[in-house]
T-cell receptor, first 113, second 114 residues
Framework: GQQLNQSPQSMFIQEGEDVSMNCTSS?????WLWYKQDPGEGPVLLIALYKAGELTSNGRLTAQFGITRKDSFLNISASIPSDVGIYFC?????????????FGQGTELSVKP | KAGVTQTPRYLIKTRGQQVTLSCSPI?????VSWYQQTPGQGLQFLFE???????NKGNFPGRFSGRQFSNSRSEMNVSTLELGDSALYLC?????????????FGAGSRLTVL
């Protein structure tokens, strides 16, 4: 099925470091969402973006909706051990694909205390 | 407000069997979407139901089917199980049909096919 290109696939960082991950798509999206999944749980919404150029923060997390509408990034500042998990971007095109949410492959984040 | 509830959480089946998974959405949510999550393929969209009607379908074979009841609860069924069907099956709900709303996920049903 169609997927977004999310990178990097995995990251190993030291506690306190900043993290950046991004997603790109060949098609335009109207909505970008970022989710985090902890082991044994379902994904939990972190940030939702609805407008090209939009920059939104949620605590130490900041995400942006790219102005081309084909990409988005997520930054985590001053990482802590509980940031460990898999981060997924997801995009939606309301006019094609029936509005279904397409997910990236995920970025697995490991944080060393 | 209770979250999205999926049952069973874990199950083991053998090839050729069939399985039914259940999802109870957040109260008031009328849309239920199903995703298959595997390490190699990530989250793949299966289908979406809204008001008991299938609105959207992913690229899965006909062995994968679903339905939604009048109380918005949904079930998905996989018949003639194959080894490759081993995965975490995630259900997500939203109050309206896809297009304007974020999805709230359940914890998933982990299916192992032996």
């Amino acid at each position: 099925g169609q997927q977004l290109n999310q990178s990097p696939q995995s990251m190993f960082i030291q506690e306190g470091e900043d993290v950046s991950m991004n997603c790109t798509s060949s098609s335009i999206f109207n909505t970008w969402l970022w989710y985090k999944q902890d082991p044994g749980e379902g994904p939990v919404l972190l940030i939702a973006l609805y407008k090209a150029g939009e920059l939104t923060s949620n605590g130490r997390l900041t995400a942006q909706f790219g102005i081309t509408r084909k990409d988005s990034f997520l930054n985590i500042s001053a990482s802590i051990p509980s940031d460990v998990g898999i981060y997924f971007c997801a995009g939606r095109d309301n006019y094609n694909q029936g509005g279904k949410l397409i997910f990236g492959q995920g970025t697995e984040l490991s944080v060393k205390p | 407000k209770a979250g999205v509830t999926q049952t069973p959480r874990y199950l083991i089946k053998t090839r050729g069997q069939q399985v039914t998974l259940s999802c109870s959405p957040i109260s008031g949510h009328r849309s239920v979407s199903w995703y298959q999550q595997t390490p190699g393929q990530g989250l793949q969209f299966l289908f979406e139901y809204f008001s008991e009607t299938q609105r959207n379908k992913g690229n899965f074979p006909g062995r994968f089917s679903g339905r939604q009841f009048s109380n918005s609860r949904s079930e998905m069924n996989v018949s003639t199980l194959e080894l490759g069907d081993s995965a975490l099956y995630l259900c997500a709900s939203s109050w309206a049909a896809s297009g304007a709303n974020v999805l709230t996920f359940g914890a998933g049903s982990r299916l192992t096919v032996l």
